[in-house]
C-alpha cells in the first residue's frame, strides 16, 4: 500500500511537471523514510517512473529521521533544495509559510487519487502546497484496570488537547502505572475523539 501511494504522489507530481523539464533531466529526491529497509522498493517504483518518463532520472537521497529535517533546512537556506523531499505533519508549515515549496493545486484534479482529508492536511492558506504520502489512523487505548488501580478518569470523547497536556504531569505517568498515555507520546496522536468501549 505504501509502495503504491508512493508510486501515485510521485507520478501525480510527475504529470504537472514533465512537460516542463527538458529531456536528460535529474530530479533529486529527499526522504527519511525509505532507508534502510524500503530502499528495495524505492527503487522498484523509480525505475518504473523512468521507465515511464524517458530522459528522466531520480537521484535519491537520504538521511536518518534524526537528522533529516537539520539537512533539509541547510539545503533549503543554501538556495540547494531538493527538487522533491518528505515532509512530515509537524514540519510542514513552517516550509508552506516560509514559501519554500511549490503551489500545486494547478497539477490536481478533482480525480486526484488522494483521500481528501489527508489532501486537505496539506494545503496552506487554501493553497494545495504538499500531496500526502502515507496516511493512519491513530487509536487510543489504554488499560482501564490500570487507570481504576491510579484512580485517574478515562480519556472522553469530549476531551481537549489541553486536557491531554494537562495530565503531563500526572504523578502516575511514568511509574509504570498508566505509562506514557498522557505522556510526550499522546501529543503526538492525530485523532477526532477517543472512542468508548
Not at 510527475?14 to 534502510?36: C, E, H, K, M, N
Not at 509537524?90 to 488522494?114: I, K, M, R
Not at 496552506?124 to 488501580?149: C, H, I, R, W
Request: net charge negative; proline share 6%; aromatic share 14%.
Amino acid at each position: 500500500m505504501l509502495r503504491k501511494l508512493f508510486l501515485i504522489g510521485l507520478l501525480v507530481l510527475a504529470i504537472g511537471i514533465v512537460p516542463v523539464l527538458a529531456q536528460d533531466t535529474t530530479i533529486r529526491y529527499f526522504t527519511f523514510s525509505a532507508a534502510p529497509d524500503h530502499l528495495e522498493d524505492l527503487d522498484t517504483i523509480i525505475a518504473a517512473f523512468e521507465e515511464a518518463n524517458p530522459g528522466i532520472t531520480v537521484e535519491v537521497e537520504t538521511a536518518p529521521f534524526a537528522d533529516y529535517f537539520t539537512l533539509l533546512q541547510a539545503d533549503v537556506v543554501s538556495g540547494d533544495a531538493p527538487d522533491v523531499f518528505e515532509l512530515n505533519y509537524e514540519n510542514f508549515v513552517t516550509y508552506a509559510a516560509n514559501d519554500t515549496l511549490l503551489d500545486l493545486s494547478s497539477y490536481l484534479d478533482a480525480e486526484a487519487p488522494f483521500y481528501p482529508r489527508a489532501l486537505e492536511a496539506f494545503q496552506y492558506e487554501g493553497v494545495q502546497m504538499a500531496l500526502p504520502e502515507t496516511f493512519s489512523t491513530v487509536l487510543l487505548f489504554f488499560n482501564k484496570d490500570l487507570f481504576d488501580q491510579a484512580g485517574v478518569a478515562y480519556p472522553t470523547n469530549e476531551w481537549t488537547w489541553e486536557d491531554a497536556r494537562s495530565r503531563d504531569g500526572d504523578p502516575w505517568v511514568g511509574r509504570g502505572h498508566v505509562g506514557h498515555l498522557f505522556g510526550r507520546a499522546v501529543l503526538g496522536i492525530l485523532q477526532e475523539g477517543c472512542p468508548e468501549r
